[in-house]
């Protein structure tokens, strides 16, 4: 029971990024190869830095599935795009789902390989944002974790949470699991919602860089 949810979560990630950078290429009218390069990078970018770090075999590298994955979900979102008006809202809870899911599954790869769990928090970090990171630098945008919206902070919270509840209570570890992710997707809604930021230790001036 528990390795298929676990594998479930990472088909739902995968989906969920993978829709997340196309209709991000889509705002941006690549054509369709461009598309899929989008979506690509945004479901794997996070989870390659993370092997990378840890030096292990590269998840996708081994995993057909995964492509597979992420070429069908494309192709329906581009597909889906002439229903689909509002990219932005789209973007947003794809994106927001992807980074709760992919944090966890971060996390457990630390784990598992007996990481410090302060470094697992790190790695469920870096499993969450830096696809949409690559996505974004290759869209030409300010990546959304150096913006003003709460994002990584989101991932941190979600992921202390996730191993302080595995520590000290006896819930069910795939209850921890979706609450954990639904943390995360709250966190981010409510941040955009409510424009939560963190806060700045300069002023409002606006003057050019140096």
């Known amino acids: 029971m528990h390795e298929q949810f676990n594998f479930a979560i990472e088909v739902l990630g995968t989906i969920s990024f993978s829709m997340s ?118 869209l030409n945008r300010i990546p959304l974790i150096f913006r003003k919206e709460i994002y990584a902070t989101a991932c941190i919270v979600g992921g202390s949470a996730f191993l302080l509840m595995t520590k000290f209570t006896n819930l069910s570890y795939t209850f921890i699991q979706i609450f954990t992710i639904l943390l995360i997707v709250g966190i981010r809604t409510l941040a955009v919602k409510y424009h939560w930021q963190i806060p700045k230790f300069y002023g409002h001036d606006h003057s050019s860089e140096m």
Do not use: Y
């Not at 794809?94 to 007996?114: E, P």
């Open 21 to 138: 950078g196309s209709f991000a290429a889509m705002q941006k009218r690549l054509d369709p190869f461009g598309v899929l390069i989008i979506a690509f990078v945004t479901s794997v970018g996070g989870g390659t830095v993370r092997d990378l770090l840890l030096d292990i075999p590269v998840f996708w590298m081994h995993d057909l599935l995964t492509c597979a994955v992420i070429i069908i979900t494309s192709i329906f979102s581009m597909i889906f795009k002439s229903l689909e008006k509002n990219f932005k809202v789209t973007l947003f809870i794809f994106d927001s789902f992807g980074l709760g899911l992919f944090t966890i599954i971060g996390v457990q790869k630390g784990l598992n390989v007996d990481i410090h769990p302060l470094i697992c928090i790190g790695l469920g970090t870096i499993t969450g944002c830096f696809g949409g990171i690559i996505r974004d630098i290759l």
